[in-house]
């Protein structure tokens, strides 16, 4: 299987922030083509082509911006709060295509009538922060951005917010919440964000990832899109592939492409494939079996995972995986938000005994408690982030828990005999 | 984000300066807070007067943006060394040498994780995901991705450091 081009078709250039070679290269029409439609019209080309958010949940975009509540004034905002360890498509995509992001910003706010959004980056992007303030004022300069849009009478202004480095905050209602000025915190769903988001009016709220593929869905039209890969959740997907791979970096290929076309695809395992994370750290830690999973929400949800933001992190047999769960403990710990105190309270116990138990001080029966503490988060923790910490831990446990334990019976066999 | 460099003849702008630029509006709190953070050149921390002006122009309690500034790993409300340092140590970075790196600037700085070096230039934490993962290991100085980079690299960057300020 080989690779597609949809946004790669925009992310070789040398040139980002040349808009005359943007829309040579195909860019600004979905734009046109979406101004000259009905925005109900635009809604329906969404949902024909069966988009799903990049984000990691899934949801499909098309809805979504159906079920905005249309009294009043409405927001847009573009999520470019990367942060899911093992995930960098959406900077590469910023960095590499940033007409591209703007372009599908100003279709989504046409569609769903706002005529102000927000990209919200994270702060740990700088570069990518000025280069998007660029793309913006260039945008603005000839005519796609600002009052009426190339003389539609549409009108649409983007701003950009920078974020203060906070996991939690990809989240949307606490991006949200952070955008206001707020400590990032999660916020109770309903309502919505599309009922009650900024400032409690509707907001949209859509990944970097997804937003681009909205010009490309316009201009190429719904059914090209849709016929690739699986249909329940077509399209291509930008997969960012790292670790013990020969050649690292983001692949754009179909939904549904698997574990190991992807990893062939960069350049194969350096050493003896051990172990594939999938979905980021909040993801499931998975065996050789993993290689013919398929990477398509569905299939991924099958496997009692989650495809997530399309992180593929593949570990050779150098790596111990006790480390993984000490790694993965303390991203947990250290960012939890602290609204709540399962995961609150949860995450540090997990720290302390994954931290224990790679240090060689463990416990065999901490590996109970290490599942027994993430059953008790996933069923009260208040948001999403508490309540995936079961998906790396049963997986970690499941397919590798036998190492974690002899390596434990090992270390207190040292100490007894010296 | 600001660049924290700036050439020595250019006059440190006021608090004030900063925040008369923004709008009082929440909206731009965080934004207004990075660059106060970096006012100063080789500052990287928000001091307490700082903190009260910031509130003061966007009419909000001081306890409310401490709360606020102390949510938020980029801002540091302690005194910070002239460069921080943030290495990456998630996963792709871990198994790609992140260690390797710690080891090194922890040898060379003296100093572990969140510690600043006795002659306050450096300051060294240690972040969970800097999104570069393909050229891991990754960290940054100051506002700048560092990718991929040896440990001889990493001394050859660090020795710039030290020659520009002596």
Known sequence: MSGIRYITTFTDSTKPLDLVEYCTLGGMSGLQKALKSESKQVIETVKQSGLKGRGGAGFDTGRKWESLAVNGDRYLVC???????GTF????????????????MIIAAYATGAHTGYIYIRGEYPDVARTIESAIKLATEGGYLGENILGSGYSFNIEVRIGGGSYVVGDETALLNSLMGNRGYPLLKPPFPTERGLWDRPTIVNNVETLSYV??????????????GPADSPGPKMYSVSGHVREPGVYEYPMGTTVRELIDAAGGVNGTLKAVQIGGTAGPVYGVASLDYALDFASMRKQGGSLGSGAVVVMNSGVHMSQVLEVTMRFYAEESCGQCFPCRYGTRQLDFMAHQLAAGRGKTDYLDRIRETAHVMFGASFCPFGQSVTLPINSLLDNFGDEIVSFVKQQQFLKEVG | MHDAKRSSSTPVPTAASILEKYPPERDRILSALHEMQVRVPGKSWISDEELAETARHFNIP?????GVVSFYALFSRKKRGEHVIRLCDSLSCRICGSLDLYHHLRERLGITRGMTTGDRRFTLEIVNCLGACSTAPNMMIDDRLVSGLSVAEIDTLLDGFEEVES
């Open chain 1, 79 to 85: 999520n470019a709060d990367e942060g899911e360890p």
């Open chain 1, 89 to 104: 498509k959406d900077r590469y995509i910023m960095e590499r295509a940033p007409f591209l992001i703007l372009e599908g």
């Open chain 1, 215 to 228: 010009p490309l869905i316009l201009a190429r039209g719904p059914e090209a899109f849709a016929a690739i």
């Open chain 2, 62 to 66: 001081l306890a409310e943006l401490d």
